[in-house]
């Protein structure tokens, strides 16, 4: 009697995000120069503190007027080489795509979010050792917000970005915001059904 083959395990979503995934311009959702414009940055960590070098950050977000209709644009190809151009530099797309670097750190240019409500980027990560996407909100703000409210303290604290904080100290529009994907101060995932 042969031996029944025992059922291997699900396959992880990474780490090979570098090939064909990241875009040109994808991390400026703001025009260039725009007055304006915003940064979002920090680190992705995984559960042992060490910064996640090879995660991918989708975000999408509504526009200053609050509209969610975005602009096409960010997939562009060139018409001769079939390859990309990424953003044309001029339209709000509501969308960003952003490879973390050796460090674990991401940074996203864009325009404030004009939510009904606090201001909140949604964020979606991609990272090894994840079978399943994550998605969490980068909230601009703290106030009332019947997310945050449901939440402890502690946990709230994981959603809200600090503005001015750590590395671009003093710029006016610069957030930070980590990613804990587990552990002590992991971030809140939010789970849609």
Not at 22 to 32: K, L, N, V, Y
Not at 76 to 95: A, E, I, K, M, W
Not at 103 to 120: C, I, K, Q, S, V
């Amino acid at each position: 009697m042969a031996e029944r083959p025992l059922p291997t395990p699900s396959h992880t979503i990474g780490p090979f995000y570098g090939h064909a995934l990241p875009f040109p311009d994808g991390a400026r959702i703001a025009p260039q120069g725009h007055p304006d414009a915003i940064s979002l940055h920090g680190h992705v960590y995984d559960g042992a503190g060490n910064p996640v070098p090879d995660a991918l950050l989708d975000f999408w977000q509504a526009a200053p007027d609050g509209s969610l209709t975005g602009a096409p644009g960010s997939m562009r190809r060139d018409p001769s080489t079939g390859g990309f151009l990424g953003r044309n530099g001029v339209d709000f797309t509501g969308y960003g795509r952003v490879p973390t670097d050796a460090d674990g750190h991401y940074a996203l240019h864009t325009l404030p979010p004009g939510n009904a409500g606090l201001p909140y980027i949604s964020v979606c990560v991609f990272a090894r050792g994840l079978t399943h996407h994550l998605f969490t909100r980068a909230y601009l703000a703290d106030g009332p917000d019947p997310l945050l409210d449901s939440l402890p303290d502690e946990r709230r604290a994981t959603l809200v970005a600090t503005e001015g904080a750590n590395g671009m100290k003093g710029a006016k529009g610069a957030y930070r915001f980590d990613i804990r994907l587990q552990g002590e101060g992991e971030t809140v995932f939010l789970e849609f059904q």
